[in-house]
C-alpha cells in the first residue's frame, strides 16, 4: 500500500506528469533551434522537473543550479528574496531557461527573473510546472507552463511540506489533517 495515500489525494499521475513535461519539451526544442539549451534549476523544488526536462529535451544542454529562499512568505510581501547558492558561472550572453516548480506569489520569480537580466543574460525564459494563478501578486511571464493550479496545498514531484514528500512521484493536493497536526 502507498504509504501516503492518507496523507496526499493524488492530483497529476506520474504518466500524466511525463506526457505534458514531453509536450513542454516539444516546444522549447521548436523554440530553441539547434542551440544548445540552458537550463537554470530553482531549488529544491524544480530538481525533478528538471531531471526529467533535461532528459526528454534531446539537444544539447547545460544544467545549473541556483538555491533561492524567500523570507516570511506567508507574513509579508516585500518580495525580499535571499540566494542560498549562487550559480558556478557567468551567464553573460547566455539564453537561460529558468525550470521552477511552482509560481505562487510570484515573488521569487519576479526577483530573479530580474537578477539574471541583470547579470547580462541574452535572454531569459520560463519554464514552471505549476500555476497557482489565483495567489499571484507579481506578474511573472510563464513561457512553458505545466498545468494551472487552484489554491490548494500541492506535494511530491519535488515540492514539499516541511521537507517531506518531494521524493513521490506524483503531484497531489496534502489533506488539511496533516498539516494541522503540525
Ligand atoms: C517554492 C517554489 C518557488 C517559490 C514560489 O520554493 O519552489 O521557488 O516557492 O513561491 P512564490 O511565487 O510565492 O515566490 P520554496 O521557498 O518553498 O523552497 P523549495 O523550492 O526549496 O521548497
Do not use: W
Not at 93 to 101: I, R, T, Y
Amino acid at each position: 500500500m502507498d504509504l501516503t495515500s492518507t496523507e496526499v489525494r493524488p492530483v497529476f499521475t506520474a504518466e500524466a506528469i511525463a506526457a505534458r513535461v514531453s509536450e513542454l519539451a516539444a516546444a522549447i526544442r521548436r523554440d530553441s533551434g539547434n542551440e544548445e539549451v540552458f537550463f537554470l534549476c530553482i531549488l529544491k523544488g524544480a530538481f525533478m522537473f528538471m531531471a526529467d526536462l533535461s532528459r526528454a529535451i534531446d539537444r544539447h544542454a547545460r544544467c545549473e543550479f541556483i538555491g533561492i529562499s524567500s523570507y516570511g512568505k506567508e507574513k509579508s510581501s516585500s518580495g525580499e528574496v535571499r540566494l542560498t547558492k549562487d550559480l558556478d558561472s557567468s551567464i553573460e550572453g547566455a539564453n537561460v531557461l529558468v525550470v521552477e516548480d511552482i509560481v505562487d506569489t510570484g515573488l521569487t520569480l519576479s526577483y530573479l527573473l530580474a537578477n539574471l537580466e541583470s547579470r547580462g543574460a541574452a535572454s531569459v525564459r520560463l519554464a514552471a510546472l505549476l500555476d497557482k494563478f489565483e495567489r499571484r501578486e507579481r506578474e511573472v511571464q510563464i513561457d512553458y507552463l505545466g498545468f494551472k493550479i487552484p489554491d490548494e496545498f500541492v506535494v511530491g514531484y519535488g515540492l514539499d511540506f516541511a521537507e517531506r514528500y518531494r521524493e513521490l512521484p506524483y503531484i497531489g493536493v496534502l489533506r488539511p489533517s496533516v498539516y494541522s497536526r503540525v
